[in-house]
């Protein structure tokens, strides 16, 4: 029994110490795992006589009028009365400390509660109550079991109960004894028929081919003169997968003298040891034996659940470890805690930041796209012909060499005529420079929400992106700005090279009989755009791109080294509920962790 105890204790300890009283809990419960003892039969057969011996302890009401239901989930003082209102939502009776009230006063205390129990369960009608009784006892040295004393079986209706009693009672005694954690001690008195009683029939039913039943034989003594139980004691009749167990409990007599139940359990031994029928069997029979078996069938099926309860805690264990992940880190106290937090996260921001622009993520590409495909597109749609028109040449030739006339060729004029024309690609390289800087700016949104450290923190998220977004706006200015003088640059000086190939290039697809006017026309024109269409996306790639993955933060960091601790606690101002939360799981972690080297140490020592 002391092994039993000891592994129980280890069991309930590791269960009660993770708050796990078998309530509705998003947690796998461990409570489940371990089983429960209920005691069937019917009415008087002695069920409370054979579970108080069983415990060794006498506690509840017998006789007439106690047809309720009474369970007793047995916990030890040291691992607290923690939950106990929560887990039994009815009414608990809760008797404090065992060890501390002498049996007497014990008895009477827990009977009396019970009894009261009963009578507000009933309302004084002596009814069978189908709310049930528990009972929490707490002390160091009872295993941690939960006992459930059924309302007797009964056949016929019983006087002053509805007519249905004899149903609701054996559906209400199956719900208890069918759940597969249930150990069932089918009593039957053997001074009846045995063949009367439905115990071992309703146990049957539920405990598949036996394997969760105990009989127990009570009121062998009691046997008419020149009758015995031995053919059912030696498995000759009403066989079950384990011998049946014959006892000799407390007559009411007894019970009014107050015979203990020590003295009671020397004369069961007494009178097996001495009745010539049963003396070859003496030391298979009694209560003590009873208990015996129970405990090391229960030591058996405990340990049989250990690889249940230690793989419920192992899914226990990694389902907090995920959501601990989720939630985060717990801040650091100090300000340089606080400011390597900070920079650590946007460090992380940066790196997603990065991928998306290297293409380890999406977007980045669409860069690409601007330069591949929008801004070709605009220097098309651009409209030279408005600057080719005769009219439009003519004026800017005639007044290129002011009162002059030209002597060999309008030099000057064809200078301001592809200067005038190139100044309109402006448009199309600003159009591209706002273009990248908004799928930039679209970047940092998307980095935003996929840096999981920064969900932690709301005001951090937005100071951040707002920190990029006021880098990425500089860097679009400065971008514009080198891009429109790369332009400029163009325009201001066109080289030899530039006007030798000119006739050349044209001569080749063109006509050299056309007019000079209209060699330089269009189509001609936009090739110059294009000969610009290389230097712009350099510009801006310079200037945006490269930038954007070297410095977006940089000024932030400059920024946040001059902030004082309060500044950066509120940078770092995490959602209370969800710091409660981390720390109810960090708690819950480590009790799972310590009931799991507990329950690994009952393993390894089976
Ligand atoms: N002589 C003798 N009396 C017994 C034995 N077992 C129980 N009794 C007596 O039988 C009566 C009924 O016993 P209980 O233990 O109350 O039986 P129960 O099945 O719990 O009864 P209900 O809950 O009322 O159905 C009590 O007066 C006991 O003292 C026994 O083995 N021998």
């Given amino acids: 029994m002391e092994n039993l105890i000891s592994l129980v204790n280890k069991l309930q300890h590791a269960c009660t110490a993770l708050g796990d009283h078998g309530e509705e809990s998003t947690l796998p419960t461990l409570w489940d795992s371990l089983p429960t003892i209920a005691v069937v039969g019917g009415q008087s057969s002695g069920k409370s006589s054979v579970l108080e011996s069983v415990v060794g ?3 509840l009401p017998r006789g007439s009028g106690t047809e309720l239901l009474q369970g007793a989930p047995w916990f030890c003082s040291s691992t607290g009365l923690m939950g106990q209102d929560n887990m039994r939502s009815s009414c608990a009776l809760r008797i404090k400390e065992l060890s501390k009230v002498n049996t007497c ?9 019970i009894a009261d129990e009963t009578d507000r369960g009933t309302g004084h009608t002596k009814q069978i109550s189908t709310v049930p009784i528990y009972l929490s006892i707490y002390s160091p040295n009872v295993v941690n079991l939960t006992l459930i004393d059924l309302p007797g079986l009964t056949k016929v209706d019983i006087e002053g109960q509805p007519d249905s009693i004899v149903h609701e009672i054996e559906s209400m005694v199956r719900s208890f004894i069918e759940k597969p954690n249930c150990i069932i001690l089918a009593i039957s008195p053997a001074n009846q028929d045995l063949a009367t009683f439905d115990a071992i029939k309703i146990s049957r039913e539920v405990g598949m081919k036996g394997e969760r039943t105990f009989g127990v034989l009570t009121k062998i003594d009691l046997m008419d003169k020149g009758t015995d139980a031995v053919d059912i004691l030696e498995r000759r009749s009403y066989r079950l997968q384990y011998p049946w167990i014959g006892v000799v409990n407390r007559s009411q007599q007894d019970i009014n003298k107050n015979i203990d139940m020590m003295a009671a359990r020397i004369r069961e031994r007494e009178y097996f040891a001495s009745t010539p029928e049963y003396k070859h069997l003496a030391h298979k029979m009694g ?5 015996k078996m129970l405990s090391k069938h229960l030591e058996s099926v405990i340990k049989s659940r250990i690889p249940g309860i230690q793989s ?6 990694a389902e907090l470890e995920t959501e601990l992940c989720r939630l985060g880190n717990p801040i650091a106290a100090d300000a340089g805690g606080k400011l390597y937090t900070i920079t650590e996260i946007c460090r992380m921001f940066d790196a997603v930041y990065k991928e998306h622009l ?10 690409y796209n601007v330069f591949d495909n929008h801004f070709p597109v605009a220097l098309k749609r651009l409209q030279f012909e408005k600057h080719l028109t005769m009219e439009n040449v003519k004026k ?3 007044q290129a060499d002011g009162y002059q006339p030209h002597l060999i060729a309008p030099e000057q004029g064809y200078r301001r005529l592809i200067e005038s024309c190139l100044v309109s690609i402006k448009g199309p390289a600003e159009a591209a420079v706002e273009a990248v800087h908004a799928i930039l700016k679209e970047l940092v949104h998307r980095a935003i929400k996929e840096t999981h450290e920064l969900k932690q923190f709301p005001t951090l998220r937005v100071e951040v992106s707002s920190a ?3 880098a990425l706006d500089r860097m679009r200015d400065r971008s514009k700005k080198n891009t429109l003088m790369l332009v400029d640059m163009e325009c201001s000086y066109l080289t030899v090279d530039f006007f030798t190939k000119l006739p050349q290039d044209v001569e080749k697809g063109g006509s050299p009989t056309h007019s000079i006017f209209d060699r330089y026309n269009d189509s001609y024109l936009r090739r110059i755009g294009i000969c610009q269409h290389g230097s712009i996306p350099k510009s801006i790639v310079y200037c945006q791109v490269r930038e954007a993955k070297r410095s977006l933060l940089d000024h932030f960091f400059m920024e946040l080294g001059a902030r004082e601790t309060k500044q950066l606690s ?8 969800v710091m409660e939360r981390r720390v109810m799981l960090t708690k819950r972690l480590e009790l799972y962790r310590s009931a799991q080297a507990e329950i690994d140490a009952v393993a390894w020592a089976k």
């Fill in 57 to 59: 302890k006498d506690f």
């Fill in 105 to 113: 006063a014990f008895t009477a205390l827990v009977r009396k509660e």
């Fill in 287 to 291: 209560s003590e034996h009873l208990a």
């Fill in 312 to 317: 419920l805690i192992a899914k226990a264990t």
């Fill in 358 to 367: 290297d293409g380890a993520r999406s977007g980045g590409e669409k860069i």
């Fill in 396 to 398: 800017l030739i005639t």
């Fill in 468 to 470: 990029a977004f006021k």
């Fill in 570 to 577: 509120k940078l770092l101002d995490e959602d209370p509920e």
